[in-house]
Antibody, heavy 118, light 102 residues
Framework: EVQLVESGGGLVQPGGSLRLSCAASGFTFSNYWMSWVRQAPGKGLEWVANIKEDGSEKYYVDSVKGRFTISRDNAKNSLYVQMNSLRAEDTAVYYC???????????WGQGTPVTVSS | DIQLTQSPSFLSASVGDRVTITCRASQGISSYLAWYQQKPGKAPKLLIYAASTLQSDVPSRFSGSGSGTEFTLTISSLQPEDFAAYYCQHLGFGQGTKLEIK
């Protein structure tokens, strides 16, 4: 059974940093692109970042470029996002998702909430 | 960047109704479009990919069609568990459609 379990969310002050993790199981992690997707309170879904199977390619939504870094450790079956210079508008539930079919997200974690507030 | 525009943003319907949600892309995307269902407090669930291919375990009352710039998600006979938010996606997402009980 495919499972994705996020962790690391919490309350952080504006300008602060946070690192989210996603532990994957039930599939060969190193064979798939992975993504982070977020959802601000009461709002829609927003794709945040993608990373290729071997970590050699990374893509970001414009609003997080230069502040967020996606990474992975295939030996640990884990996906990460380092979030720096956090802003109030980064407040959201952050989901880890597997890119299973071309560009589609076929499995999702339960999400981890991030609140940026003083 | 390709923008996706869904309509309507809100839809009120009854159990047994047939409903259609539309997603328009700002430029042609062939058939590279997916649809997701999201219930409150839950992660999204992939319903349809490649515009019209039903994901495994998704009921056959859901169907998708379209290519290029215009796509539709149709639910042939609404069930109580179908009242949720729906999103189209091509890398980025449409703004969503909230389907509510009339």
């Amino acid at each position: 059974e495919v499972q994705l379990v996020e962790s690391g969310g919490g309350l952080v002050q504006p300008g602060g940093s946070l690192r989210l993790s996603c532990a994957a199981s039930g599939f060969t992690f190193s064979n798939y692109w992975m993504s982070w997707v977020r959802q601000a309170p009461g709002k829609g879904l927003e794709w945040v970042a993608n990373i290729k199977e071997d970590g050699s390619e990374k893509y970001y939504v414009d609003s997080v470029k230069g502040r967020f870094t996606i990474s992975r450790d295939n030996a640990k079956n884990s996906l990460y996002v380092q979030m720096n210079s956090l802003r109030a508008e980064d407040t959201a539930v952050y989901y880890c998702a597997r890119v299973g079919l071309t560009i589609y997200f076929d499995y999702w974690g339960q999400g981890t909430p991030v609140t940026v507030s003083s | 960047d390709i923008q996706l525009t869904q309509s309507p943003s809100f839809l009120s319907a009854s159990v047994g109704d047939r409903v259609t949600i539309t997603c328009r892309a700002s430029q042609g995307i062939s058939s590279y479009l997916a649809w997701y269902q999201q219930k409150p407090g839950k992660a999204p669930k992939l319903l349809i990919y490649a515009a019209s291919t039903l994901q495994s375990d998704v009921p056959s009352r859901f169907s998708g069609s379209g290519s290029g710039t215009e796509f539709t998600l149709t639910i042939s006979s609404l069930q109580p568990e179908d009242f949720a938010a729906y999103y189209c996606q091509h890398l980025g997402f449409g703004q969503g459609t909230k389907l509510e009980i009339k």
